[in-house]
């Protein structure tokens, strides 16, 4: 079976998740895909290492185009029906870059109630927390435009594991954590030296 959409590299599919990815931060089409990035645009892990593989990079903004025509509410509900994927993650690469294209997540939502969908953003603005579907978990990335809101579930990157505060859930090795938490650590996995970026925490 061939999808059109979806993917799982090897952190999501030991767990059976399912993802959807469109080009970090801007598309070669100028389309910026991050709009709310500030401090992780520099080291952003989806700028580096594997994601550059040309095959990749095409694959990425071919997803971007369909995102942007009328047919892609039923073909991505298509695609999910068709991996009988029971978890989404929306964007290891790239962010909700438009509220119309937040609009047509949350139409695919609403008509797969049985599948759990989940995204780390930088776009949390952009939502109305109210009408948030039961079958989203939507999780506050810091390192952008705005500050998170810690009483929201959110996630915050550390230098190392060691860094993790003890309150906080590791989700480096498994993305489910991020699904059953409210407040997640990862450890900063890019192929090149952070150099201290201010997103990047350390241990107190």
Same mark, same amino acid.
């Given at each position: 079976?061939?999808?059109?959409?979806?993917?799982?590299?090897?952190?999501?599919?030991?767990?059976? #998740?399912?993802?959807? @990815? #469109?080009?970090?931060?801007?598309?070669?089409?100028?389309? #910026?895909?991050?709009?709310?990035?500030? @401090?992780?645009?520099?080291?952003?892990?989806?700028? +580096?290492?594997?994601? +550059?593989?040309?095959?990749?990079?095409?694959?990425?903004?071919? =997803?971007?185009?369909?995102?942007?025509? &009328?047919?892609?509410?039923?073909?991505?509900?298509?695609? $999910?029906?068709? /991996?009988?994927?029971?978890?989404?993650? #929306?964007?290891?690469?790239? %962010? !909700?870059?438009?509220?119309?294209? $937040? !609009?047509?997540?949350?139409?695919?939502?609403?008509?797969?109630?049985?599948?759990?969908?989940?995204?780390?953003?930088?776009?949390?603005?952009?939502?109305?927390?109210?009408?948030?579907?039961? =079958?989203?978990?939507?999780?506050? /990335?810091?390192?952008?435009?705005?500050?998170? %809101?810690?009483?929201?579930?959110?996630?915050?990157?550390?230098?190392?594991?060691?860094? !993790?505060?003890? &309150?906080?859930? *590791?989700?480096?090795?498994?993305?489910?954590?991020?699904?059953?938490?409210?407040?997640?650590?990862?450890?900063?996995?890019?192929?090149?030296?952070? *150099?201290?970026?201010? !997103?990047? *925490?350390?241990?107190?």
């Amino acid at each position: 079976m061939k999808l059109k959409f979806l993917t799982s590299n090897s952190k999501l599919k030991k767990d059976g #998740i399912f993802g959807f @990815d #469109i080009p970090a931060y801007k598309s070669t089409t100028g389309l #910026i895909t991050c709009p709310m990035a500030k @401090d992780c645009i520099a080291n952003c892990y989806a700028r +580096q290492g594997t994601y +550059q593989f040309s095959i990749v990079k095409q694959k990425y903004e071919r =997803n971007l185009a369909a995102t942007l025509t &009328d047919d892609f509410v039923i073909d991505m509900i298509t695609d $999910i029906i068709e /991996s009988k994927a029971a978890i989404i993650r #929306i964007h290891s690469s790239g %962010d !909700f870059y438009s509220r119309e294209y $937040i !609009f047509k997540w949350l139409k695919i939502m609403d008509s797969l109630p049985h599948v759990q969908f989940y995204a780390y953003t930088k776009s949390f603005k952009m939502f109305d927390y109210e009408a948030l579907p039961s =079958n989203f978990k939507l999780i506050q /990335s810091e390192g952008g435009v705005h500050a998170i %809101d810690t009483s929201k579930p959110h996630a915050r990157v550390y230098d190392s594991e060691d860094s !993790f505060p003890t &309150d906080y859930s *590791n989700a480096s090795a498994s993305d489910l954590v991020a699904v059953l938490s409210e407040k997640i650590a990862l450890s900063y996995h890019g192929s090149k030296p952070h *150099n201290g970026n201010a !997103f990047i *925490n350390k241990a107190a």
